[in-house]
């Protein structure tokens, strides 16, 4: 057989073909419909880890969803580790009691808890540990999903089926309605940056009408358009904090 262009070419989108059929599987079967980034400037750095609680608190959360994971270059673990390696190979400051504090965070078994206690951990040695060049090198990934619609009270249920029949499909919102919707309609995830946590990398390109050195919120959704404005709804009457669009798609 010879090797032409067009068998290589055959090929290669095979491949690619292949790739993207293992990656929809291992996603549950179904890609995430949307993807959105929102943020809200918040007074402090100090504010950020009762912002995350209150948001993962919410009543409509799914407590068993929370999870914590480390990205590092190209690789993760679903641990703190990944940033605990990096802390100890550092040799301009000694982090030693930082790495401490993070050994006993990540033996935390209650992923909430982990998230908020990872931020106050930092927070001391924020100035120190910052490189705002790097920032996205190293990100805390905390995931989280609304409960499935049957799980709802009546009163969120009613609310989050009426936003999505306003902002999704009809198609989505059958699916939904039925009450065991597919679990990329509800995920989502906030995003840490250990090595800037005031997350300044948005002020480049969105207008806050804040300081500039007020940190920023970032939360991120991957499903449907009317569960992540229930949530955000839900966020704006607890706290008062507005968001804005940062990322993506918008609402």
């Not at 009613?158 to 919707?181: H, M, N, P």
């Not at 906030?190 to 990398?201: F, M, R, V």
């Not at 007020?214 to 991120?220: F, G, Q, S, T, V």
Request: charged share 25%.
């Amino acid at each position: 057989m010879n090797i032409t262009p067009i068998v290589i070419v055959g090929v290669l989108i095979a491949v690619l073909l292949l790739v993207l059929v293992l990656r929809v599987r291992a996603n549950g079967g179904i890609i995430p419909p949307h993807e959105f980034a929102y943020g809200a400037a918040l007074g402090t750095c100090e504010a950020i880890p009762e912002r995350i609680d209150q948001f993962l608190s919410l009543e409509d959360m799914d407590p068993s969803e929370i999870r914590i994971e480390t990205f590092v270059a190209n690789g993760s673990e679903k641990n703190l580790k990944p940033l605990i390696a990096y802390l100890s190979s550092q040799r301009e400051h000694d982090f030693r009691p930082l790495v401490a504090a993070l050994e006993n965070v990540d033996r935390l078994s209650n992923q909430k808890q982990k998230a908020t206690e990872l931020v106050k951990a930092l927070l001391p040695y924020k100035d120190s540990v910052r490189n705002e060049e790097e920032q996205d090198s190293i990100i805390v990934f905390v995931s989280y999903a609304l409960k499935q619609p049957a799980n709802l009270s009546l009163a969120a249920r009613a609310k989050v089926s009426s936003l999505v029949r306003q902002l999704d499909t009809a198609e989505q919102s059958a699916k939904f309605d039925s009450g065991e919707c597919p679990r990329d309609y509800l995920v989502g995830n906030l995003n840490i940056y250990p090595l800037a946590l005031e997350n300044p990398s948005w002020r480049t390109i969105v207008e806050f009408a804040s300081p500039r050195d007020a940190p920023i919120l970032e939360i991120r959704f991957m499903g449907l358009k009317g569960v992540f404005r229930y949530l955000l709804d839900e966020m704006m009457a607890k706290t008062g904090e507005s968001f804005q669009h940062l990322d993506g798609e918008s609402i």
